[in-house]
């Protein structure tokens, strides 16, 4: 097994806890990870505590500009590479995650511009560094949503992955909400609703459990925070089950996100219709249905070979006694005649 470290494998492990809802911030931590931290400057020289998050709105084609602050909270100095990222939603699940630097930038991670691309930190010190956003000038009106990434230039740590020691690098990053002025147009969209049952061999072996998983896309310009209520009832329309999901916080205009839910109490003979309703703090709703026909193959195959052996039976007797009663039909008549 070969192994090995080095830079270019680099593992990059984002620690991401300033978390925002659409509209109204909910308490949040700064981005830390107890080594150092990434946030914005206070907003005024007598508030001397950080912003959680960039929150900043322009036109197309202008020139934005804050401070980003790095505090060093360890007994080291750490250097760190800065850059501006795109943000993204992964597709399991649609958590909020940040292009890393090897990847391109095409939207507010691109327009976001350093005089540094590396900073050193001294130990217990923090570094205030200027940060321009310049928005081009097509630039889709809506949201868009980054972030400003401290990656120390240190490998911490080692993992292995596929037979190889992957040098493991930290960053933190703060997030970046910048609103392009313009006609907004929150949408969402449910599509691809599928249900996965555990039926069992029989009626009485299954578990009743099952999954529904659908696809969520923003086919809006804002942020949404879209949650959901699964609906499963079953033939003549009675309830079977009802779970309602935790939000997705953030699906950003575009990003499409594959979510699931375990529900409960689906026989192993039934019509089983699921809804699933998305619904945002804004107002913004969608909806998707999908039937599924829950059969229990297994004992239907056995009941049909017991209905063929029964007709086979029938019909071999049936035969049986054809071929008798044919058999008296044609048998030589016998004349017994009388003496004189």
């Known amino acids: 097994m070969i192994r090995t470290k080095h830079l270019a494998g680099a593992l990059i492990a984002f620690v991401m806890l300033a978390v925002a809802t659409a509209v109204v911030p909910s308490p949040v931590h700064a981005a830390d990870n107890g080594a150092w931290s990434v946030t914005p400057t206070p907003g005024s020289e007598s508030s001397p505590t950080p912003r959680s998050y960039f929150v900043l709105e ?18 080291r100095a750490l250097t760190f590479s800065l850059y501006g990222a795109d943000g993204y939603n ?48 097509n630039a889709t009106p809506g949201d868009h949503v980054g972030g400003i990434v401290a990656l120390n230039g240190a490998i911490e740590g080692s993992a292995e992955s596929g037979g190889l020691d ?3 690098k930290r960053a933190v990053a703060a997030r970046l909400y910048l609103r392009v002025s313009g006609p907004t147009t929150p949408a969402l969209e449910v599509s691809d609703v599928q249900l996965d049952h555990d039926r069992g061999l029989f009626p009485w072996s299954g578990s009743g459990k099952g999954r529904v998983t659908y696809t969520v896309e923003n086919t809006g310009n ?108 044609t048998a030589p008549t016998l004349t017994i005649g009388s003496s004189r």
């Open 222 to 329: 804002l942020r949404l925070s879209p949650a959901s209520v699964i609906t499963v009832s079953g033939l003549g329309g009675r309830e079977l089950d009802e779970v309602e999901t935790a939000a997705v916080v953030d699906l950003l205009p575009g990003q499409t996100a594959k979510l699931s839910a375990d529900v409960a109490g689906i026989g192993s003979a039934d019509r089983v219709s699921v809804d699933v309703t998305l619904a945002t703090p804004e107002g913004v709703r969608d909806e998707r249905s999908t039937n599924a026909w829950i059969v229990p193959w297994p004992l239907v195959v056995i009941l049909l070979l017991a209905l063929a052996g029964a007709l086979w039976w029938w019909l071999r007797r049936r035969a049986e006694r054809r071929r008798a009663f044919e058999a008296v039909a």
């Open 166 to 168: 992957v040098g493991i």
């Open 58 to 75: 322009g036109a197309p084609g202008a020139t934005l500009t804050d401070k980003v602050r790095i505090r060093n909270y360890t007994k």
């Open 90 to 137: 992964t597709e399991q699940g649609g958590f909020f995650a940040l292009r890393t630097l090897d990847r391109p930038q095409v939207d507010v991670g691109a327009w976001v511009k350093l005089p540094v691309q590396q900073v050193k930190v001294a130990r217990r010190t923090q570094v205030d560094v200027p940060i321009t956003i310049q928005i081009p000038a």
